[in-house]
Structures are given as structure tokens and as C-alpha cells.
């Protein structure tokens, strides 16, 4: 069941929203051949009428299959924004740090131009390589800085994934042999002009036969003939693009989880590590609880902060051991553990900085108390860039940046001090 909804999505893919309508297409005549009933159109003498309801019936779906069929390309404005991530076969994976989707978007956004300008089969090699190139230069890394043992297991890795996919996404990819593809192409080379030829002059030499016999029957066996090789041509074309997409996708994923530390590629089987190896030591267990820095200059405010939590979680919360520079917290948020560490407030020592820096680098999530009625915003603001600086360091593309929440404190001590009576309306 999952192989065939794996099917279904996949034409629907590639037949661009259409396939309802090719399933119309198929279905509509059947219904109107059944409401007549071949029998009694044939001895109450409506076969003609039979006939002209079928034809106009799915000629009414055809024609604007066929048209749309035929005009994609010249309707696509340059620089249309590429697919969205979640509509691709391959996935971005769920441990993949902000810089590192962007790096992958990028990497699509490349292998999309490429297939755009026409990307024959004989140079997919080539527009690997070109993908592995990208990703490492966004890691800072050369391009193909490893071994030849680690590089089959490279490509071991992408086969074995693209393997994955094909088989979740078509039904009976299974069973088709190698050999019967080599000899679909070998018969395809030896006599695919002409033998196309014969089979055009063999067709339209029935046409001309049907012609004197029922010349309605002829019209409609034309347009659906070339309806039909149109909208099969153009599947086997989205096809063949959706392959070479899937595999250049694999190629930046695998390369992404390569260069990022998360592939090994070690003497023994692969694996795909959760972290980078020399990292493990100092990143955060997966079962530890979600971690809140409070990060803020002294005197914005920050205990007051900590107490208002500290009073909505009453009980919930016990203070765990800690150092002079920090106080750590933990409670019980709708049944999730939570550590709150509240920081020493910036006061201009670099050793301060420093260690609000590692902390902050390590959080899930940071609340940056500001004082409303404080003008002074260059420590703040000298940290949020250093901040930054850690997130685009090359070394640091796989860490996770935590989401930040500005909280305005002490605002009931901006001007006129006598208007501001609680509860505030602050879009007034």
C-alpha cells in the first residue's frame, strides 16, 4: 500500500497536476459507452449517435491535455522560483542546522538550472561532481580531499539511498532487468528511426482505410493518437528529469552529511553518526532537557524575569547546583523537563562575554531581556555579533542556532511614566 501511494504521488509529480485529468480521460467514455449500451445504439440504430458522444466527450478532455501538454515551457517565466523542499523525493534531514538547509537549497537551486538547460544522462557524472564542489566549498573544505576506498564508499552510500527511494516510490522497480533495459536501447539504436517510420506508415495507412468506412472514427482515432503520444512522451521526459533530480539530491545529502562530519568513513561499515565524532564529547546527550539561557545586560532585569517564571511554576522548580558565573534551574513544563540557566549580565569583561557566548551556543532557546529605557546598546550588541560570527564559522556550519527572544523590560519607565497603568496596551 505505501509503494502505491508512493506511485501516486510520483504521477502526480510528473504529470504536473494532470493526472486527474488523464484518469478522466480514460473513465468518461467508458461511462457514456456504458449509459447507451452498445447493443441498443446498434438495434435502435444510435451507433452514430454513440460515436459522435464519444468522440466529443473526450475530445473535450484531450484537446486541453494536449495543449497543456505542449506549452509548459513556454509559460514558465525566467527565474521561477524553484519547488518548494517537502515536494522533492529526497528529504532535507531533520538534523540539519539552518546553514546547512541553506547550503542544500543552494545545491538544488544549481542541479534545478542545470537540468533546466538540458542535462544528457553520459554527463550526470560531471554534474555530481559539480554538486560535491558546491557543498564543500560552503564547508570550507576541498572538493574531493578523500581516499579512493572513501570515495566508493561514497558512491556506495548515494547508490544504496537512491536504491531506498526508488523502491518506495515505484512499485515493481525490482523487476526490471538490467539486460532489458540494455536491449530496449540496442533495439532503440539499431532500429529506432526506422522502425518509428514503419510504425507511423502502418497507422496512418489504417486511417486511410477507416477513412471511406466511418470517417468520424478517424478523426477521433487522430486526435487521440496524437494527444496520447504527446502526453506520453512528456511523461517519459518528467520521468527520466525526476531521475536525474532524485540522484543529484542524493549526491548533496550524502555530500552535506560527508563534510559535516556525520558520514563515517571508516575501515569499517558505514554509519551515519548523530554528531561529529571529535564533538561528541561536548554536545548535549539526547535525552537531556530543553535548555533556556537568559542572557542580558546588568541591571536589564533578568532575575525579574527568572522570579516571574519562578512564580508561574511555583513549586515546579528546584535550583541546581552552580558556578558563580551562572544559577541553573530545572522544572516541569506540561510534563517536559526544562533547564533555565540564568547568566551573569554583561558588564564589559571579556571573560563575562565569553562565557555567555558558550552558553548561548549551547541553549535551545535564548531570552535576551533588554532595558527599555536604556540608550547604551553596545555590549548587546557587540555579543549578538560574535553570535553571529560562531553560526558562520565553516568549523561551527552543523551547529544548530537557537531561537532568540527579545524581551523589553522595565517598560512601564518610558515616557509620560504617569500613562502606563496595567494592563498595558501596547499597540497604544
Known amino acids: 500500500m505505501k509503494k502505491i501511494k508512493g506511485l501516486y504521488r510520483l ?29 441498443l445504439s446498434i438495434k435502435y440504430g444510435h451507433l452514430l449517435a454513440l460515436s459522435i458522444a464519444i468522440t466529443i466527450s473526450t475530445l473535450v478532455v484531450i484537446i486541453p491535455l494536449y495543449v497543456m501538454s505542449r506549452t509548459p515551457d513556454k509559460d514558465k517565466p525566467e527565474g521561477q522560483p524553484l519547488p518548494d523542499i517537502d515536494e522533492d523525493l529526497v528529504k532535507a534531514s531533520s538534523d540539519w542546522s539552518q546553514t546547512e538547509l541553506a547550503i542544500w537549497n543552494d545545491s538544488k537551486a544549481h542541479t534545478r538550472e ?3 538547460a538540458g542535462l544528457d544522462w553520459g554527463k550526470i557524472d560531471a554534474a555530481g561532481l559539480e554538486v560535491l564542489e558546491i557543498v564543500a566549498q560552503k564547508f570550507g573544505k576541498k572538493t574531493l580531499d578523500f581516499s579512493v576506498p572513501e570515495g566508493l564508499k561514497l558512491f556506495e552510500e548515494v547508490s544504496h539511498r ?29 532500429y529506432g528511426v526506422l522502425g518509428q517510420q514503419v510504425v507511423t506508415a502502418a497507422i496512418w495507412a489504417n486511417h486511410a482505410k477507416n477513412l471511406y468506412f466511418d470517417p468520424l472514427k478517424v478523426a477521433f482515432d487522430v486526435a487521440r493518437q496524437q494527444a496520447s503520444s504527446s502526453m506520453t512522451k512528456g511523461f517519459v521526459d518528467d520521468m527520466q528529469l525526476k531521475a536525474k533530480e532524485t540522484l543529484l539530491d542524493e549526491v548533496a545529502a550524502v555530500a552535506i552529511d560527508l563534510y559535516s562530519g556525520r558520514f563515517s568513513l571508516e575501515d569499517e561499515d558505514l554509519r551515519v553518526a548523530s554528531t561529529p565524532v571529535p564533538d561528541e564529547e561536548h554536545f548535549a546527550s539526547v535525552l537531556e532537557p530543553i535548555r533556556i539561557v537568559v542572557v542580558g545586560q546588568t541591571g536589564a532585569g533578568k532575575s525579574s524575569i527568572i522570579n516571574v517564571l519562578k512564580d508561574e511554576l511555583a513549586a515546579e522548580v528546584d535550583v541546581l547546583p552552580s558556578t558563580q558565573a551562572s544559577t541553573l534551574y530545572s522544572a516541569i513544563i506540561n510534563e517536559i523537563e526544562v533547564r533555565i540557566v540564568d547568566l551573569r549580565g554583561l558588564d564589559g569583561k571579556p571573560d563575562t562575554e565569553k562565557v555567555m557566548l558558550n552558553e548561548m551556543t549551547q541553549a535551545d532557546l535564548v531570552l535576551w531581556v533588554l532595558k527599555a529605557n536604556q540608550s547604551a546598546r553596545d555590549l548587546d550588541k557587540q555579543l549578538n555579533d560574535k553570535f553571529g560570527v560562531f553560526y558562520a564559522d565553516p568549523k561551527n556550519v552543523s551547529s544548530k542556532k537557537p531561537l532568540v527572544i527579545a524581551v523589553v523590560n522595565q517598560v512601564d519607565k518610558l515616557k509620560p511614566i504617569t500613562e502606563w497603568q496595567p494592563p498595558y496596551d501596547l499597540e497604544n
Do not use: C, Q, T
Request: charged share 20%.
Open 11 to 39: 504521477l502526480s509529480d510528473l504529470s504536473g497536476g494532470r493526472w486527474l485529468i488523464v484518469v478522466m480521460s480514460a473513465v468518461l467514455p467508458m461511462l457514456i459507452m456504458m449509459g447507451f449500451g452498445v447493443v
Open 114 to 116: 542545470r537540468l533546466r
Open 162 to 190: 537512491y536504491k531506498l527511494v526508488l523502491k518506495e516510490n515505484i512499485p515493481g522497480i525490482e523487476y526490471i532487468k538490467v539486460s532489458h533495459m540494455k536491449a530496449g536501447y540496442e533495439a532503440y539504436d539499431k
